[in-house]
């Protein structure tokens, strides 16, 4: 709301406004990255993409469900080692993190 307020008188004096915002950094910054890094699926560590190319194909077969594209699935599968691994749990999946299952005390059944 006060950014807005901001805006609202500072807008008419727009040369005032592009130096006020290039002093708190709102203007556009055009930084290129290159870290030379895999592809996610490449990236993701062996046993990781074993273990999700494993859930898919149970779930595929017991269930019928498909949980990822074809594509997905694909890509896991042709997926290499490369050198610079996901580090960690590779996904949003709360019960991936060994120390959230203890934490919450979840017990599959």
């Not at 290129?32 to 990236?43: C, F, G, P, S, V």
């Not at 494993?54 to 997926?79: C, F, G, H, Q, S």
């Not at 490369?82 to 580090?87: F, K, L, P």
């Amino acid at each position: 709301m006060l950014l807005g307020l901001i805006l609202l008188v500072l807008l008419p004096l727009r040369g005032l406004t592009s130096k006020i915002f290039e002093l708190i950094c709102l203007h556009e910054v055009n930084i290129q990255i290159d870290e030379d890094l895999a592809t996610y699926y490449w990236a993701v560590e062996k046993e990781d993409r074993r273990e999700t190319i494993l859930d898919e194909l149970n779930m595929r077969n017991t269930y019928n469900i498909k949980m990822m594209p074809d594509e997905v699935l694909r890509a896991y599968e042709e997926a290499q080692d490369v050198e610079n691994s996901i580090q960690g749990v590779h996904n949003y999946d709360i019960l991936s993190n060994p120390s959230y299952i203890q934490q919450f005390q979840y017990l599959a059944e």
